[in-house]
Nanobody
Framework: QVQLVESGGGLVQAGGSLRLSCAAS????????MGWFRQAPGKEREFVAT????????YYADSVKGRFTISRDNAKNTVYLQMNSLKPEDTAVYYC????????????????WGQGTQVTVSS
């Protein structure tokens, strides 16, 4: 089993940056692909980014491509989401998740989820 705890959210002005972290428990972290999803008020949860177990491949939603970067440190059992050039439409609760299915973009393939961290971008 894997437990995930996100941190790093907060309030930032448009154009600013934040780095989210997701710390995982358990010795099998490196076996999982990791993903970031987000959910804005009144909207469905949506895919943001994912990274394979080795970190060798990454995939992004079109809405964040070129602005966000996902990375991982298997020695620290942590996955990161660097968010630059933030926009008000990036405001959401951000969740990290772990998948044994590979770097997939569909939330149903993720086995474990964190509790989420709020990101608010002011205009």
């Amino acid at each position: 089993q894997v437990q995930l705890v996100e941190s790093g959210g907060g309030l930032v002005q448009a154009g600013g940056s934040l780095r989210l972290s997701c710390a995982a428990s358990g010795r099998t972290f490196s076996s999982y692909s990791m993903g970031w999803f987000r959910q804005a008020p009144g909207k469905e949860r949506e895919f943001v980014a994912t990274i394979t177990w080795s970190g060798g491949s990454t995939y992004y939603a079109d809405s964040v491509k070129g602005r966000f970067t996902i990375s991982r440190d298997n020695a620290k059992n942590t996955v990161y989401l660097q968010m630059n050039s933030l926009k008000p439409e990036d405001t959401a609760v951000y969740y990290c998740a772990a998948s044994l299915k590979g770097a997939v973009t569909t939330s149903t393939w993720y086995n474990y989820w964190g509790q989420g961290t709020q990101v608010t971008v002011s205009s």
